[in-house]
């Protein structure tokens, strides 16, 4: 069975730092592209970033380009999302989702995380 | 960015009967169009790709249609587990972008 698992969300203050992990198994981690998409709460959906199979290849949304990170260790199974200079808006759960398209990128999402909430307060 | 308008945003109806969801495009995404559900607390799940691709495993009460700009989602009798929230994706334009969603609530 496909599992990602989230972890490191957490309450943070604005202008901080959090770094998000993914972790996946059931499948072959480092045969697929990984994204994460946020969704703030009571809203819709929102792409942040996606990272090739390889790692060689990265996307960022308009509101994590310049400020987020994101990267991956294959050794581990594990997918990173670095956070930087948080802001209220970045309040949010943050999902991992595993891209369709196995060592193509699709761009849809067929499984996805349970998530991990972050929030940007003081 | 393409901007993914759902309508409507509620959509209220009883069990058995059909639904239609709509999603509309700001410009044409050809059939890069992924349809998802998401219930309270639960991380969304694919239902739809490519349009009118049903997922594995997804049952054939539900169906997509349309491309360029003008897409749907039926649900043909609409089942209690069938009650969530449906987000479509357009996939052909970076950034990837989603709509706002439509509820299916019970009547």
């Known amino acids: 069975e496909v599992q990602l698992v989230e972890s490191g969300g957490g309450l943070v203050q604005p202008g901080e730092s959090l770094r998000l992990s993914c972790a996946g198994s059931?499948?072959?981690?480092?045969?697929?592209?990984i994204h994460w998409v946020r969704q703030a709460p009571g809203k819709g959906l929102e792409y942040v970033s996606g990272?090739?199979?390889?790692?060689?290849?990265?996307y960022y949304g308009d509101s994590a380009r310049g400020r987020f990170t994101i990267s991956r260790d294959n050794s581990k199974n594990e997918l990173y999302l670095q956070m930087g200079t948080l802001r209220a808006e970045d309040t949010a759960v943050y999902y991992c989702?595993?891209?369709?398209?196995?060592?193509?990128?699709?761009?849809?999402?067929?499984?996805w995380g349970q998530g991990a909430l972050v929030t940007v307060s003081t | 960015e393409v901007v993914m308008t759902q309508s409507p945003s509620t959509l209220s109806v009883s069990p058995g009967e059909r639904a239609t969801l709509s999603c509309r495009a700001s410009q044409s995404v050809r059939s890069d169009l992924a349809w998802y559900q998401q219930k309270p607390g639960q991380a969304p799940r694919l239902l739809i790709y490519?349009?009118?691709t049903r997922a594995t495993g997804l049952p054939a009460r539900f169906s997509g249609a349309g491309s360029g700009t003008q897409f749907s989602l039926t649900i043909s009798s609409l089942q209690s587990e069938d009650f969530a929230v449906y987000f479509c994706q357009q996939y052909n334009h970076w950034p990837l972008t989603f709509g706002g969603g439509t509820k299916v609530e019970i009547k």
């Open positions: 059931g499948f072959i981690f480092s045969d697929y592209a």
């Open positions: 989702a595993r891209d369709s398209g196995g060592l193509r990128w699709y761009y849809y999402f067929d499984s």
């Open positions: 490519g349009a009118s």
């Open positions: 990272i090739s199979s390889n790692g060689g290849s990265t």
